[in-house]
């Protein structure tokens, strides 16, 4: 069982698209997360929900839009794509309590805008 | 604001030798530190943590000690296998409770046999 998984894994569009990825996790965490991985490996938090509420929004444009149905789902809808979009998007959750810096990471969505 | 730098890589080793990346802070407070491993077509996965000064953490052979002196935390095993070839990052989160984590740049390890 995928404790995290994202989808699709690969994703290829047109600029101007709009486009979502998904990310389910079953480990019963309350705190979920959106990253950016770009052509550098660099990574860096885009948003954070805890139990449906957001709870870190860096800074990132309006065109991202994450949406949190259930604790268990964070969605990441991103409109008027651009070539800058491009890069790798990770998915994460995390317990509460003492473990709460622990996140666990899915396997990444590699968006590429042409 | 926080930052963590760690060494550039890439890092090209022969199997059993011994590994060294570096990994310096910069943070207000006194955050956690984290290593964590990217295998190849994987999400990251916590490699080893440790949560106050002189802490060592130590999982799979690596280990690394929180060194407050010197905001560093320095990633080191003896003893590198082929099947440790992976994208390996650096750290920290405060203690505010905000829960976000900072990484470094990664460093990129290749073992060859």
């Known amino acids: 069982d995928t404790a995290v998984s994202q989808t699709p894994k690969y994703l290829v569009t047109q600029m101007g698209n709009d486009k979502s990825i998904k990310c389910e996790q079953n480990l019963g965490h309350d705190t979920m997360y959106w990253y950016k991985q770009d052509s550098k490996k660099f990574l860096k938090i885009m948003f954070s929900y805890n139990n449906k509420e957001l709870i870190i929004n860096e800074t990132v444009p309006n065109r991202f839009s994450p949406k949190s149905p259930d604790k268990a789902h964070l969605n990441l809808h991103i409109n008027s794509l651009e070539l800058g979009d491009s890069a790798v998007y990770f998915c994460?959750?995390?317990?509460?309590?003492?473990?709460?810096?622990?996140?666990?990471f899915g396997a990444g969505t590699r968006l590429s805008v042409l | 604001g926080d930052s963590v730098t760690q060494m550039e890589g890439p890092v090209t080793l022969s199997e059993e030798a011994c590994l060294t990346i570096?990994?310096?802070?910069?943070?207000?407070?006194?955050?956690?530190l984290f290593w964590y491993v990217q295998y190849p077509g994987e999400g990251l996965q916590l490699l080893l943590k440790?949560?106050?000064?002189?802490d060592k953490g130590s999982n799979k052979g690596f280990e690394a000690t929180y060194r407050k002196e010197t905001t560093s935390f320095h990633l080191e095993k003896g003893s590198v296998q082929v099947s440790d070839s992976a994208v390996y990052f650096c750290?920290?989160?405060?203690?505010?409770?905000?829960?976000?984590?900072?990484f470094g740049k990664g460093t990129k390890l290749t073992v060859n046999p």
């Open positions: 750290a920290l989160s405060d203690q505010g409770g905000s829960e976000k984590l900072v």
């Open positions: 994460a959750s995390s317990p509460v309590g003492l473990a709460k810096n622990i996140q666990y």
């Open positions: 440790a949560t106050k000064a002189d």
């Open positions: 570096n990994c310096t802070y910069t943070a207000t407070g006194y955050p956690s």
